[in-house]
């Protein structure tokens, strides 16, 4: 439908120009509306290069683009928003701190080169650029990183409270929510980090990082049994693997050797990971 849209702009637009020249407009006069017509076209094409078509395909087109037009932000902008979207989060914050030096930059430019920091592993330069955030701009994204970088220096108050206002501001907190939920694993919270795992899925019953996650926290306190989730047969297998490993780290051989014999039942022709794990528990044993 926009590209029919688009080329009726363009046609109508076509024929006003011929009827203006019929009028006596000058060459100038004529080429504006051209332009104007080209500006349509190009604002389509850079909204599809920055959503569904291909990473690399969206950096080549931005940097021809914005060598040809240098100076423009939203051609700038692009140019980062791809690099990201590419797998290059160092070369996105280089463009995005490109971004920033335009006059007409503002405070989500400067999130989103935070964003790209944290990326490339730049944790101290991101906490820098995310200070520098006016308390005004209250964003999903800015107190998503902010509650990463204080995760980060394990200031876990600040964490918390940050991740509590993140969660607040989207309607898709299953990511921030699981994000939340390692962080109280890591610090030994099991029964905590359990609870927001099982809330990020009850948000996208389909993320499987969660269900994993969700398996750790529960067999952190030996309590080996797969969760009431949602899961296919293929992710079952995945699942009671994990479980038997956890069990196996903590000494509780019996259940581990259980739990990876009812992972090869569960998807024989898929978990050859099982079987080597079975395998390598067993020959050990026997040693």
Known sequence: MRRHGLISVIIFSALGVA?????GLSDAEVERALKDVNVIDESNLNDVMLTVADPDEAVSYFEKTLAANPGRLDLMRGLAISLVRAGKPTAAAAAWANVLEHPQS????RVEYADALIRSNQWDRAEAELDQVPPTHETFK???LEAMVADSNKEWNKADSFYEIAVGLTTK??????????SHLTRGNFTEAERLF???????????????NLVLARAA???????????TQVERAQLLHTAALSAIKQGDLNTGKSLLQEAIDTHPQ??????RSLEALENNVNN
């Open 173 to 182: 907190p299953s990511g921030t929510l699981n994000n939340w939920g390692y």
């Open 221 to 231: 306190q030996r309590r080996y049994e797969m969760p009431v989730v949602q899961m």
């Open 198 to 212: 099982t809330e990020a899925l009850t948000y996208d019953a389909t993320m499987f990082t969660a269900k994993n």
């Open 142 to 144: 800015r107190y998503r």
């Open 270 to 275: 898929f978990f050859d990971a099982a079987v």
């Open 106 to 109: 503002n405070s989500e430019d």
């Open 19 to 23: 009827a203006c020249d019929q009028q």
